[in-house]
């Protein structure tokens, strides 16, 4: 069996001086897809955040595509260039005069200095092809702050397809989209997984999605409640662990 | 108003020279890094940081020693705080800014009004003398003018990538805390260094305006940065030339000139003017 390209030991991740991920240790399977799932405040983003080194661990160890991450979240320049990430959202307040083609041009180089013009001819082509991949050619002129909000999540796709990679996380990408393109993203998401290898780790609070979608499913409350396929874990009574009673009407979201 | 006579020949004295010549680094240097920091919402940084220096300048004064030697440490030091003070509290960065320069604003003034000798030059200090500007000072401005180029080219991707989302910046590889410091310390000293051209009160007009205006004229992001620093360094140079010609303040005067530049780019910008100029195109679905 292959090496995980991720595997988590034990994390514990302070967050605003309070425990928010607790003794939490998983492993991500190559070419696999694991959501994480939990109510609100139950330390998803953090343990993303942590993961990807954006913030400190209390305790644990964290290594990806073999490498360890430092306690200080440093990875090398050739593991760093092997993850892709898709947030929430980009601060794009007011009019912020960056083109598609340039902000997908960000994601084609790797870390460290450079300049400009470096490579320039390269990164044309590798972008205009990533963004045919994802449907998004006839934006690439377009401004990123005049996007609605399903252009702008396949134009994020576009920034993480345009170089090989092998890590996609994505926290919440589909928060505020509306059916139709929540189902077009998948839909994306799905291809290019498929077609690029991705090990994809995310972070839903769409039960539907998940099931339909994921290898593996964490349910997370701060500590990990319970793993496993998604017939393993989203069952009325670990969902009802995982999210308190509330969670009752909502039993049609999994078999039972 | 002088006649053009007059004018050229204040245009002929070396210190007429140094003035211009100063105010078109300092005016470029200020859409330089504006650009970035308008983006990354630190207007108000400039701004909080001009009205602190005049505690630096103030200092300087009391100790016995040239104020504009304490000014450059001492904006740094308020950059630093500043940073550490945004970090460690839970406070909004707008309001720890207004704590800050208010309460040094305020010690300045207190401690200006104990040093008899330098009530005169206040004015100076609040609206700046560009035409006191020296060679020494030019070579400091140009020197950093092209520190801040070199900085922002070879950085592009990570300034961008940092003002859009920082946990993705982050995730990519930028090393975002020791980019947001640099640049904080960066427009710091400029800051501190434009002030004797340009004055306290008027120092975040320099940072803002010509960035705002290449904000709404540009779709690209080296463009937008480029303009910034034409509009920046051209309004100086004819707000300068204006001021020699009407013989008004010199600083009020490129402010003003800035602000024509800005209600131009707003026109330009505006839908009527793209509608008459080109047909627009349909809205992607």
Redesign the interface.
Known sequence: MPDPVVVVRDLSVERSGRLAVEQVSFELQGESETAVVGPNGAGKSTLV?AL???LPRKHGEVRILGQQLSPN?D?P?AI??Q???V?Q???????????VA??VG??F????????WQQHQKRKAAVEKALDRTGCL??R????SEL?GG?LKRVMLSFCVVRPRQLL?L?EAQAGLDVPSNERFQQLLLELRRQEGWTVLHVSHDLDMVRRSSDQVLGLNRRLCCSGSPDHTLTPERLIDLYGPHMVPYRHQCHG | MVDTQTLTLVLAEPFMQRALIGGLLTGALGGLLGSVAVLRELSFFSDALGHSALLGITVGILIGVNPTLVLIPFAVLFALLVNQLVEKSSLPTDALLNIVYSTSLAAAILFLSLVESYRGGIRQLLFGDILGVSSLDLIVIGMLLAAALIYLSLSMRAQVLLTLNQDLAGAVGVQTRWHRLAFIVLLAVVVAVSIKAVGVLLISAFVVIPSCAGRLLCRRFPVYVFVSSILGGTCALLGLLASGLTNLPSGPSVVMVQFLGFLIALLLSSRLFRRLSTPEPEPQA
């Not at chain 1, 959202?89 to 083109?99: D, E, I, K, N, V």
């Not at chain 1, 002129?141 to 990123?144: A, P, S």
């Open positions: 955040a990807l080194g954006l979240g990875l320049g760093r260039s993850i892709a990430y947030p959202s980009l601060a794009l307040q007011g009019r912020f005069p960056l083109s340039e902000f960000f994601g180089d790797p870390p460290g200095p450079r300049w400009p006839d934006l002129n377009r401004l990123l609605s252009q996380v926290d």
